[in-house]
Each structure stands twice: as C-alpha cells, then as structure tokens.
C-alpha cells in the first residue's frame, strides 16, 4: 500500500511540477499582473490588479496623499515583478515621501516592503532587503494588518530561503506564519504564491509528499482565481 501512495504522489507530484515550472517566467503572477483583471470587489473587498497604465492613472488621479502613497506602492511592485529594480526603488521612495508626509504608518511599513522585494533581487543587498523587511513585518504587526503581515512574511521566508547554508527552517516558519495570516485576510492571490514558493522549497528538500501538497492548494487556488 506504501508503495502504491508513493507512486500516486510522485505522479500527481510530476504533473503540478510541470504546471509550475512551465510558468517560471510568470512566478510573480500570483502578486502582480500585467494582464487587465477585474477583481469581484462585492465577494473580496480587494482591489482590481491593474496595468501600468492603469496604475499610472490613478496615481494622476487621486489628490489624497495616502492614496497616492498606495499606488506608489502597487508600481513599485510592478517593476520588481519585472526585475526593473532602478524603477521600484524610485517608487518606493515615494511611498516614504508621501507617507511621511502625513504621519501615514502603514505607507512607512509599505515602503520597507517594497524596498525590501526590490533589493531581494540585488545579491550584494540581501541584508539590508532583511533589514527592511523585519521593519516592516514590525509596523504591520503593530498595525494588526494581517494581509501585510502575510506578505512581509513571505518575504522574509524568500530571503531566508535563498540562504542555502542555514535558513531553510527559517523560510519553512516563515512561509507557515505568512500562510497563517494570509488565510486570516482572505487574500487568496498571495496565498496561492506562498503556497507555490512553500511547495518549491520543499521540491529542493526532496520531500516531495509535502511538496506536492503545497503545489496542489496552490494550482486550486489558481483555478478558483482564474490564474
């Protein structure tokens, strides 16, 4: 029987991996997306994931400084996603300008998140990536954000994780404790990409029960997202 569960885990195992890997190049696709989507803003209460232009927008067309700070925040991630890196942290500090502007805290724990997901990307950053992203798990924490908690998490798990001497138990918490709280924020698309990443990690590890599983919750929520 031991032997029939590992061969039916192994071939579910290698079809999510195909899934997965043949969608290398859209890894980000779960945070960001280039395509236009309309969010169901009446069942998630989150907002659409817009194109650059439609981003650019409404940065022009908003005069409330918080919400300029949060479209800030959407393009500087959009860069990141494209590895336009110069271009995130451009954006990224204008979260903090526009944040401190207004006393805006969540917009400073913003601006260490997306200047931590840019400067993942830069080996001879990944310090200070760590850095910012503590700082803002800490002002999110403080904030009882859980959405932002999750994706602070995931990031420091990212970066523990591209530590290949001592931070994968480090990740594993890490992507656990962003699951934790994603769930608690019924933010199903960065869910499905701490999922996706959980998965990856465990594949490296060659525990593939566990890989599978965490592939699996990923490709049904990307069903259920229409990803």
Known sequence: MKGVKFWFTSIVWIACATNCF???????????????KTADLAKT?????LTLSQLLERYAGTASIK????????LSRWYTARLKIDSSLYFAEKI??????????????????ARA????????????????????????????????????????????????????ALAKAAFWQSIHYLKKADDNQSLERSYYLLGRLYLHASAFDSAADYSIKALQLAEVLGD
């Open 67 to 74: 919400e300029k700070a949060d479209v800030c925040y959407d």
């Open 117 to 168: 997901s840019a400067l993942y990307y830069r080996l001879s950053s990944r310090q200070e990536a760590m850095e910012q992203s503590t700082k803002a798990l800490n002002i999110f924490i403080a904030q009882k954000d859980d959405q932002f908690t999750g994706v602070s998490y995931r990031q420091l798990a990212m970066l523990y994780d591209s530590d290949n001497l001592s931070g994968k």
């Open 45 to 49: 209460g989150k907002p659409a994931l």
């Open 22 to 36: 043949s969608q290398e190049s859209t890894l980000k696709k779960a945070e960001l997306s280039a395509h236009n």
């Open 96 to 113: 903090r300008a526009y944040s401190e502007k207004v006393n805006y805290t969540l917009g400073i724990g913003k601006y260490h998140l």
